[in-house]
């Protein structure tokens, strides 16, 4: 029997589809457009009008460019909601990650404009972009593979790897474009890389031919469209009476607080009431609890970067004040570099993670996403710790060493490395089908809360200070950590074994498939 040739979209490269070294790649671009700007932002808002080498910069408070800064991080994973709807309902993942892709193209080449409409209009459409690209490039690495195979969790480690040597590599050019050639420069690279991103995936299609194309589901019965499961909620007493009290609640606040707040809560209640019919709406129980435990999960999510971002904000400002960063007398090494850290050890380490779960898997003793999740959490806290050092040692000798944030950002990272892409391969093997674009869109929501509380409690340093908020930090999230291991067994059991049956499928096996169909 001769062996069939394989078509482009079926060939793999190191055991994996070529497909997703063409996404690794494209988000690879996408990423380094958005972290260049992202280290970039904080600085810029806050640097003086004149006399600065890099140029004029906004001249705004710690306080104000704090703000804009929650706010925007916040937007950008926000943003994934209707990008992840759209694709669902209407267009398909594939040719949303193609729009988003042409609208960060853009949005990235205003900000090279100097005006200040130009910087509100750039971070628009970034946040624009985002929403498309970001949860449909991740739903789509899911969709390389079938249910069940062991690849899947391997694949989103690879892909996580793209992620942070798009971070890494702006993180370390940036800071120099922008002391040689001034801000705009640095914003004007994000958008050339971007389009590096686009024509990429652009030539990459034949290796995704089977990956997140529109499916639409006329001839499916149980298919509903979101206008309709809206107007099931005024038929469910018990879902309209959660749907009202959320509702007033958002009212209440808008009324105390200003008024983005005000419309993030009502956003929040409509996306809480759809969520509400759609888990009414499931047919099965399995499918019920997993997307309970789904949501449950993106708790700890929420929690996880509430803490973890503190980086491009308050620890992106410590660095840039209180710490020492000369080397060895040769020269000052520049607060954006700090932001490498992070990036440069997920891709030291992203293997070395993964392999020790792999291995533990062999072995039978496999641990649950959901553990690997509250350890990370558990595990980024401890990192808090060499920051509430930082801050002693300052307050003893006005200054403190840059080993502090180094170790702070290693004890992030190996956190980040249990949580982050274990959560997106979780995700893509839990989400209904048809709702799968959608429940990556309600993850990187919730890790666009995480970014907004993460604002918050930075805002927060100059009225308590850094030493209660780092000090805070660990307490409060090896307490949340340890309390979701406790409650690891009922979790586990809504999820039905969905992570209990993974081997590794044959080549046939894996043939003519749309997405992870659970
Ligand atoms: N570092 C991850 C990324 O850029 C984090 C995204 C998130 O979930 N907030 O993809």
Same mark, same amino acid.
């Given at each position: ?344 050890? @997920? +891709? ?10 792999? %291995? /533990?898997?062999?072995? *039978?003793? $496999?641990? #649950? ?109 090896? @307490? +949340? ?10 979790? %586990? /059991?809504?999820?039905? *074994?969905? $992570?209990? #049956? ?17």
């Amino acid at each position: 029997m001769s062996a069939r040739a394989l078509e482009p979209h079926q060939k793999e490269l190191f055991g994996q589809p070529i497909g997703l070294y063409i996404l690794f790649l494209t988000e690879m671009w996408e990423r380094f457009s958005y972290y260049g700007m992202r280290a970039l932002l904080v600085l810029y808002m806050t640097t003086q009008t004149i006399g600065d080498a890099r140029g004029p910069g906004l001249g705004w408070t710690d306080k104000e460019a704090l703000a804009l800064y929650g706010w925007y991080t916040m937007l950008v994973y926000v943003m994934s909601i209707p990008g992840g709807m759209i694709a669902d309902k209407l267009i398909g993942q594939k040719k949303a990650v193609l729009v988003g892709a042409i609208i960060l193209c853009l949005g990235h080449g205003v900000l090279i404009l100097t005006d200040i409409w130009a910087f509100y209009t750039g971070l628009g459409l970034v946040i624009l972009g985002v929403g498309f690209l970001k949860p449909n490039i991740s739903t789509m690495v899911g969709g390389l593979y079938k249910e069940g195979d062991i690849r899947r969790d391997k694949g989103f480690s690879i892909f996580y790897i793209g992620i942070n040597l798009g971070s890494l590599l702006a993180t370390m050019v940036v800071g120099g474009v922008v002391a040689k050639w001034g801000w705009h420069a640095g914003f004007g690279l994000a958008g050339i890389v971007m389009v590096l991103g686009l024509i990429n995936y652009i030539a990459g299609q034949k290796y995704l031919k089977d990956v997140g194309n529109f499916i639409p589901n006329k001839d499916d019965e149980n298919e509903v469209s979101y206008i309709e499961l809206y107007s099931k909620l005024f038929k469910s007493p018990a879902q309209l009476l959660y749907a009202g009290v959320l509702l007033v609640a958002s009212l209440i606040g808008w009324y105390f607080m200003d008024w983005g707040y005000g419309l993030l809560f009502l956003f929040l209640t409509a996306i809480a009431s759809l969520l509400m019919m759609i888990y009414k709406d499931l047919n099965t129980q399995v499918f019920k609890d997993r997307f309970l435990v789904l949501l449950l999960s993106f708790i700890m999510v929420i929690i996880f970067w509430g803490a973890f971002e503190q980086a491009g904000g308050l620890m992106n400002l410590y660095t840039e004040t209180n710490t020492n960063r000369d080397f060895f007398g040769l020269f000052t090494i520049p607060t954006v570099m700090f932001q490498s850290l992070n990036a440069g050890f @997920i +891709i030291l380490f992203a293997t070395l993670v993964a392999g020790i779960w792999a %291995k /533990r898997k062999l072995k *039978g003793k $496999e641990a #649950s996403s959901l553990f690997k999740m509250a350890l990370g959490i558990i595990i980024m806290g401890f990192g808090f710790l060499f920051m509430v050092c930082a801050v002693i040692e300052f307050e003893k000798s006005g200054t403190s060493s840059m080993i502090w944030l180094v170790l702070a950002y290693l004890f992030h990272t190996i956190g980040e490395l249990c949580i982050s892409p274990v959560a997106l391969s979780f995700i893509t093997k839990l989400a209904p089908v048809k709702y799968a674009s959608l429940m990556m869109g309600v993850y990187f929501a919730a890790s666009g809360l995480g970014n907004k509380v993460a604002g918050i409690v930075g805002e927060s340093a100059s009225e308590f200070g850094e030493l209660t908020i780092f000090a805070g930090i660990v307490i409060f999230t090896v @307490i +949340i950590g340890i309390l979701f291991i406790l409650i690891l067994g009922p979790l %586990k /059991r809504l999820t039905h *074994g969905a $992570e209990e #049956s993974e081997r590794v499928l044959k080549h046939e096996e894996a043939e003519g498939f749309e997405l992870a169909d659970n």
